[in-house]
């Protein structure tokens, strides 16, 4: 089991920078691989971007490509979600994830999930 609670989430203009932080308990962190997902009303869930357990390899959404960058640290066992240029279409709860198996990088690898962090961005 794995446990993950989110942080950071708020309100912000569009054009600011946001970060999220996830701690996870329950497993050996530098085990497995993490990544983030964001959920918003009406719409299906998006898979954000993941690293690798060592965080040298990564995949982000084309939708945040550029502006989002995930990073972990395994000594304090979080990852986070930096966001910059926010715009509108980003507001959504965000979800951090962790996937047991596989490394990461696609949407399938991912087992547990946080209860999610609202970010709101207004235009």
């Known amino acids: 089991q794995v446990q993950l609670v989110e942080s950071g989430g708020g309100l912000v203009q569009a054009g600011g920078s946001l970060r999220l932080s996830c701690a996870a308990s329950g497993r050996t962190f530098s085990s497995y691989a993490m990544g983030w997902f964001r959920q918003a009303p009406g719409k299906e869930r998006e898979f954000v971007g993941g690293l690798n357990w060592s965080g040298d390899s990564r995949f982000y959404a084309d939708s945040v490509k550029g502006r989002f960058t995930i990073s972990r640290d395994n000594a304090k066992n979080t990852v986070d979600l930096q966001m910059h240029s926010l715009k509108p279409d980003d507001t959504a709860v965000y979800y951090c994830?962790?996937?047991?198996?596989?490394?990461?990088?696609?949407?399938?690898?991912?087992?547990?999930w946080g209860q999610g962090t609202q970010v709101t961005v207004s235009s």
């Open positions: 994830a962790a996937a047991l198996h596989g490394d990461g990088l696609g949407s399938s690898d991912y087992d547990y």
